[in-house]
């Protein structure tokens, strides 16, 4: 019912019952050049979320997806990737694998986004970080240590890597089982995306049970 609800509220403009077969590769979502390993358990199907806190798109999208993520089926997992294009993206990809190391991502993620695009803080120096992080339960110096430690520097190449492997030129982006790519761009709005992602993933299932 929630996902009825959800997609008739969004007005998207082609029926996700009609099926799959509705959607146009190139006109709602692109196929990646070569597919790109998924790193959910078998049996799962991945939906990734390429994102920069500092997108004021990517804030915009964020109360459309964070909804639609909780309608999930448990065959699906949500892995978000922080974009990696030098400058503060890469201090916000840390701030991002910091968070996840220290077990206070989840409850930061979305007032991360809101500091950046209400309050007016840039949160591109790793003292204003860690001051952030302060709010969350974690001393500053424990956030210090996370955000300049091996671990979440290579965290922060491992996203690198995958940006690069999926050819990623812009974001927001949901990138669903390592094959197919839907941006704003192709489904022609940002409330859009979620409902594309969802006709896809369940062509993947029925791809899958043939």
């Known amino acids: ?96 694998y910091a968070a996840e190391q220290l077990g206070i991502e989840e409850d930061l993620h979305a007032d991360f986004f809101t500091a950046i695009h209400e309050d007016g803080q840039a949160l591109n120096d790793t003292d204003d970080i860690a001051a952030f992080f302060a709010n969350y339960g974690v001393t500053e110096d424990e956030a210090r240590d996370a955000l300049t430690s091996f671990g979440v520097r290579s965290d922060v190449n491992s996203a690198n890597g995958r940006m690069r492997d999926m050819q990623l030129m812009g974001v927001p982006a949901l990138i669903i089982d390592g094959q197919y790519l839907v941006s704003p761009s192709s489904a022609g709005s940002l409330d859009n995306m979620p409902q594309i992602a969802e006709t896809l993933i369940a062509r993947i299932r029925e791809e899958r049970a043939e």
């Open 1 to 96: 019912m929630l996902k009825a609800l959800m997609v008739a509220a969004t007005g998207l403009v082609f029926s996700t019952v009609a099926g799959a077969q509705e959607l146009v590769e190139g006109q709602h979502y692109e196929r990646l050049e070569s597919p790109v390993e998924t790193v959910v358990d078998e049996g799962q199907i991945e939906v990734t979320e390429a994102f920069w806190f500092g997108c004021p798109h990517c804030y915009r999208l964020q109360s459309s997806v964070t909804d639609w993520y909780e309608t999930l089926e448990d065959d699906v997992r949500v892995v978000k990737l922080p974009a990696t294009m030098g400058g503060d993206w890469n201090t916000h990809a840390t701030a991002f």
